[in-house]
């Protein structure tokens, strides 16, 4: 039982509403739905439990895989970086999980092991991120290794696209690359994240691999139509006090009150995920209307200036952070940083509260 009035709503039928508005997207192409970071704050099982029409699952650990592998999942599961130590390939297989091979080291454990199960890779090429995966002129003789391998190989080949939802000449150059190495193979092949999905049709090939849209924010500035918020993060006002002009409001006296106001005190904070650097004026979403936070987020409240609403505020009145009626990315944008991040970032105690 949670006594506070904290709580992140999740709109299951949103989980599955988004997969069938990337199924328009992306008709022709397999989805594997991206569930890392416990489903982008949302609960990995029940995002899971939610998209069962997609063909997989993309996650970053084995941890999480193992979580969806017991809660009876049979989807496959692609562990996107691959294997963190060598001791993980027999996991990875006792679990029948698919993997990102990325690195000398990871071809190395997969030499080292005389396994002779047929393994699905995700072959990861570097197209010009220059985070994960092999370069071009080395793809070819780490494809002829895994071939030489006493187990049977599946290779998919993938890459990752940079600024999909920023530049389009350095999206079609890393789309020119993957293509080029891609067309000698005949192997499935993957790029495609949220934005790719949106904005680039000619990149879904064999797999798309969207994540953050199938939590209805957006990858790209530009708000996506048919995309519905699933989590909404929401509390109650559990003080309101008339300040006077000139007065401020919380640590530091970043606020100052240009007249009279009301201020109200939602119970929420830092401790919860609302993000501390939040600036006055970021909008919360009371009664309908975008009021302004004011102040500093503290740990567990924050203060907002509802004079506009003196009328009819009154104690126990909810408060939304974001969600339905205010996007996530409107407060990223007001925080300098995206809706990944806040996503992400809602802590263990805030309760996740299923709805249809
Ligand atoms: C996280 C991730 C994605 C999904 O990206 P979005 O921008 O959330 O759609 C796709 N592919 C890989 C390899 C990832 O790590």
């Known amino acids: 039982m949670a006594y506070r009035p904290v709580k ?25 739905a991206i569930i890392k970071s416990n489903g982008y704050g949302h609960g990995i099982e029940r995002v899971a439990g939610q998209l069962t029409q997609a063909d997989g699952y993309g996650v970053a650990c084995i941890d999480e895989a193992i979580v ?60 010009g991120m220059h985070r994960l995966g092999f370069q071009v002129h080395e793809i ?37 690359i993957f293509n ?22 000619e990149s879904h090939l064999d797999w798309v691999r969207p994540g953050i849209m199938l939590y209805g924010a957006c990858a790209t500035s530009e708000t996506v139509p048919g995309l519905k918020p699933v989590m909404t993060l929401m509390s109650q006002i559990i003080s309101l006090k008339w300040i006077e002009a000139g007065e401020t409001v919380g640590y530091g006296q970043t606020w100052q009150a240009s ?42 409240m924050i203060t907002v200036d509802v004079t506009d609403l003196a009328e009819k505020v009154t104690i126990g009145d909810e ?14 944008d007001a925080c300098g940083t995206i809706g990944y991040e806040l996503l992400c970032g809602v802590t263990q105690r805030v309760p996740r509260v299923e709805e249809r």
Not at 13 to 19: G, M
Not at 143 to 165: R, T, Y
Not at 264 to 293: K, N, Q
Request: charged share 15%; net charge positive.
């Open 8 to 32: 992140a709503l999740i709109h299951l039928n949103a989980l599955q509403q988004n997969l069938r508005q990337v199924k328009t997207f992306a008709p022709d192409s397999k989805v594997l």
């Open 319 to 332: 408060a939304i952070l974001w969600g339905q009626g205010l996007p996530v990315d409107v407060i990223a």
């Open 180 to 201: 080029q190495v891609a067309g000698n193979l005949k192997c499935p092949r993957s790029i495609a994240n949220s934005a790719g999905v949106q904005r680039y049709p």
């Open 68 to 127: 969806l592998r017991q809660k009876g999942f049979l989807h496959p599961i692609v562990l996107l970086e691959g294997l963190f130590s060598e001791a993980e390939l027999s996991i990875a297989i006792q679990h029948r999980l698919e993997f990102a091979v990325h690195s000398f080291l990871q071809l190395e454990w997969l030499k080292n092991s005389a396994i002779k199960t047929p393994l699905n890779i995700w072959l990861k090429l570097d197209t």
């Open 259 to 300: 007249r009279r106001s009301l201020i109200a005190v939602v119970a929420i904070g830092y401790g919860d995920g609302y993000p501390r650097h939040a600036p006055s004026g970021t909008p919360v979403l009371i009664h309908g209307e975008r009021m302004p936070l004011v102040g500093r987020v503290s740990m567990d």
């Open 140 to 176: 070819q003789n780490v494809i002829a290794e895994l071939k030489a391998l006493p187990a049977p190989v599946n290779i998919h080949l993938m890459s990752h696209f940079a600024s999909a939802d920023e530049s389009e000449a350095f999206t079609q150059k890393q789309l020119s």
